[in-house]
């Protein structure tokens, strides 16, 4: 940062739901970024913020921000960035006015995930993909991270795919119920119960990771990885972070030995910047089988980093284990906003 | 039954545990079968039952069974047929004896099931393996059912390794509170989490099916099915019915129409008997994608049908469906108590 | 029952919520009843019931309902006893145009239950009441039956308030999901936590007691029940069952085993006409301090039964105990179904 | 503090259970305390504090702290003052051995707490109580913190006592499972359902406010505040904070906005001697009616602050209101850290 006395305004679309409030809340105290802006839908813009929030974040609702007047989703915004938390229904057309406009659009909305020139973007995966931007056509850019599964999962792999090569990957979910948004998944639905089926999440789960984990070419391309995954999502009754039984199948022959030293080497880009939401480290491996568990687990790194234990054979596959990641900071507005900090930190936000 | 105005009297192994419980509850008011000893641990034996249980099943305790003696667990019953829901740190050497001794022991414990000449039985996957008992050195015999996670499966995959051929399984479990017993699992550890291990049921869960799944050959053997099994086992916050999702490979070309056929055909020996605790139909498959869902469905067939749902195309094995069934009914108690009906009907308690 | 061979036709209003859905539920194989006629909202009028339902009760839907066609709620249905699950939002006028028309109403909604000539009903508390109707100005009637956390409470007060008289009654709720309705509590709210708070619940629980409590007089008037009643209500994280800490005060010295003994010989009117929903006992008082619990006793009497627990000296008042009652079941549906039965007994649907 | 470079060694009784794990998890970067002792049954004692322990906090175990051998519970541990997080079944004669040796004890246990020369202690609530110590015959002294369900009630009541004093308080706790230790509650009897029975725990509730909010006399004895409890106590499905619902007599008439007016108003010595542990403000008031909840409010004020809401008209009493407070923090291990800077900021640990 050239001037840490001066703040960098940002704007928040979709200030009033679920994720936009997560944003809220995380970038409190943000030591690069101040919230300047708030966009909601026609309904809630002219209104105060407090107004026109259901607040319901573990944290109070910050008094400045209360007070703050809301506008309409239209790109007139006192900022340079906007960070989206956007329903998909409306995300799409939204975005590409900001980004036409000229604005920096990070994204947690899945519309333009698998678009040629948006990078779909962790900074410790694949912080090269950034450059896709300079292959939009907009005046500003958009940049987007994955679905809330997808994120924990390609973290695991990340440093396995670069050491060993991954062939398959099968991946069973236990995710947790803030991903359904508020109010979202009724309390009698899961009381003493659990869903298996989260509509369009095995999707994204079998597609964004091959994006994540793909080559960006010469000619500004991503080269998808050529890796077979294989998805089954369930909801259970745990309030943050999901849990996912996995089993993979390396290109070569591993040791489990190896496949836990290269998760606990593992530092990137992120961790070298000292991003102020780069969790470091950003994996831990458990050796207590028990472990890693959501509610004990959730938070380290501030929520950021991964959680990993239970690496064992598989009989079918290499091997199996399990992995936790907070699903709505650091596979949503968290991870949003490290997106950002890497942007920012590369100086993209200064270009166009 | 040559004579059915007069019920069979049987006992009960390890009356004050959870399981030994949940046989009480279960055989009251059977057609065929009335308790007459229940029988446990020192501590217990001479007292009341009333006075030595904790009782926590969700019916209230029978008042005949509350003001039975409970007695040592040694071999002078007054019974032919004994079901044992003993711990199996001492299931053991306990059901030897009353095997020695000329009883017939119903077993809901692991200890004797991998054994070669004892039968790990469910009446609708392999009730010719009863057979096995013959080769038994006892006076009376041994039958086990297997684990509360295998029956489920075993179930599912029965109809289609008959009609398909089987060649590989993954299994990922979401496993309900009451497999582990009672005080079991504590509630500090399962409210807003879930924990992703389970001692030595993935182990089970590898092994089990391919006995139950195997071939009795003339000489009294059972050639174990060749499936590779991969088991990952996780506890929910459920109280009863495990959940599993499942994915597998045949051994042909198959269908998914004709999957769905084959579970919507299936029948087997104890539906054609009739026996009181068989299930009608067996399986039930749900086109609602939300569906099974343990509270909804682990009721079924009271407790004893299994429910299919969600079978998908995997995107590296053929065919992916979540499967769950009541973990202490058809899984523990329940399961052997049919085990028992079959024997009976066939007359191997008036054998040997 | 003049002809019992014939079962009596009945329609449910608003057939496709939460309280319909349980009716429907509940009077599948009623001995007396048999359902006829679905109505609901404009939205669902004219599809078939299946195509128009969120079926979401634990027991299957029943395949004859399921196919039947759902009807506008007006007057015109085959059948002259309507049960009404409609919401209070639009109760009021349809429910008295069914009136009017010469319907028999029997409601669970809150809208005509202070009305004066209209009984809120509980047949083992005031079943004279019934004769209120008589004062009616409609060509059929209205009968109604009370809140959910309401009936519990008052089936514990009455033996009491008959033997002693009571004259003050603190009452602290803890109430089930289910009594919000479906999707009513979202799952992010009561998970790990608690709500002190339930709209409108805690005046309706300081006012209906004392109409229940009541005496019809002989000019058709009921006097209101002279008792100070204070509640606070909260939600906890439990599907079904309502439990209630109470205290109170007699207006005589009262020991406590006359309390448990006044429970304990109550029966009513219903259970003397042996009315098919009459529970027998209508109460159970439990000596082990744990009891009664939700999951372990909601479900006595098939949900129509009342537990108690814990009788012991108040140091305020005079004693105070434990009350469950199931919410949806005795609570409402249930409980209305009990009100029906104890009107068509007397033959009141026969008049007028 | 005279020399704040240099920290005061403490110990820990009971160092391996849920109290002592809590003391280690919240003593952590104290600016005042450093653990220099760990002290636990003969089973642990001479093992390594990570072989011993069974670490089930949420903070990971710290390095140091895992790494130190633990000492038997007998006085020779190199600190003045020792934290007890003893068990009441051992806890009396450890800790008067303690005092009788010249340690200062800090007792979270119940045993010593209604004795004649122990202050019953909260910063807030009696601060001058503490001076009873100089009436012990002990070469130390012994200090103890009230149950964790006395705690939050009385930081409730004691504004209101102060202003407008208090005759007759109704309180229902709704219990968190925390409060009753490691295993605690079993899943199975906590899953959909509650338990309305504490052992002891009323009792404790409606003696112990009446010491804390005594006066304590000339001579160096506490007057007994003459107010008259009735508690029911609840066990409900939450992991931390217990929720409480009171209804209260004054003295005198008081208006609601007083009562609003003087928890808002309310602070106390530890707010004015700044202690590390103090909660600033004390008390919130909340005037949303659906707070305050336990997952949203038990932390706040790091889990030492005490919330507030729903303040109504009572139809018996004068008022009601919602109280929570976190039972494992303010109601035991932080409570107890608050009682000792207390104890050292006014020089007690320099004495006798």
Redesign the interface.
Same mark, same amino acid.
């Given at each position: 940062m050239q001037n840490p006395d001066k703040k960098i305004p940002v704007g928040i679309l979709g200030a009033t739901g679920s994720v936009g409030q997560k944003f809220i809340e995380l970038l409190q105290d943000h030591p690069w970024f101040t919230v300047t802006a708030l966009a909601a839908s026609e309904r809630s813009a002219g209104k105060l913020y407090k107004h026109a929030v259901n607040w319901?974040q573990?944290a109070p609702l910050p008094p400045r921000i209360a007070n703050m007047m809301v506008s309409a989703c239209v790109p007139a915004l006192p900022c340079r960035i906007v960070f989206s938390g956007l329903d998909a229904a409306v995300a799409g057309p939204i975005e590409e006015a900001f980004a036409e406009a000229g604005y920096v659009v990070i994204s947690n909305a899945k519309n333009h995930r698998m678009a040629e020139t948006v990078p779909l973007l962790i900074p410790e995966v694949n912080p090269d993909h950034l450059d896709l931007v300079r292959k939009q056509h907009y005046k500003g850019m958009i940049v987007t991270n994955p679905n809330c599964s997808t994120t924990g999962l390609v973290m695991a792999l990340k440093p396995l795919h670069d050491r060993f090569g991954i062939e398959?990957v099968?991946v069973?979910t236990?995710q947790a119920?803030?991903g359904a948004g508020? !109010?979202?998944? /009724? /309390?009698?639905?899961?009381?003493?119960?659990?869903? !298996?089926?989260i509509g369009g999440e095995e999707e994204k789960m079998?597609i964004e990771p091959l994006k994540l984990l793909g080559t960006l070419e010469e000619g500004g391309k991503v080269d998808f990885a050529n890796i077979?995954?294989?998805a089954?999502c369930?909801r259970?009754?745990?309030?943050n972070g999901h849990?996912e /039984?996995v /089993?993979l199948k390396f290109r070569s022959t591993v040791k489990k030995e190896a496949v836990v030293q290269a998760w606990r080497d593992f530092t990137a880009q992120p961790q070298e910047l000292e991003l102020p939401f780069a969790p470091n480290p950003p994996l831990y491996y458990f050796d207590d !089988? +028990?472990? !890693?568990?959501? +509610?004990?687990h959730r938070?380290l790194g501030k929520g950021m980093a991964v959680s990993l234990? +239970?690496l064992r054979d598989?009989?079918?596959?290499d091997v199996?284990f399990?992995v936790l990641s907070h699903n709505t900071i650091r596979g949503a507005a968290g991870g949003a906003i490290l997106n950002a900090e890497l942007l920012v930190k590369k100086g993209y936000h200064e270009e166009q």
């Open positions: 319901f573990q398959k099968f069973v236990h119920l803030s508020y !109010p979202g998944v /009724s /309390s009698l639905d899961i009381i003493d119960n659990m869903i !298996p089926y079998q077979a995954i294989s089954q369930n259970v009754a745990v309030t849990m /039984s /089993s !089988p +028990r472990y !890693p568990q959501p +509610r004990l938070d234990g +239970r598989c009989s079918i596959l199996k399990t």
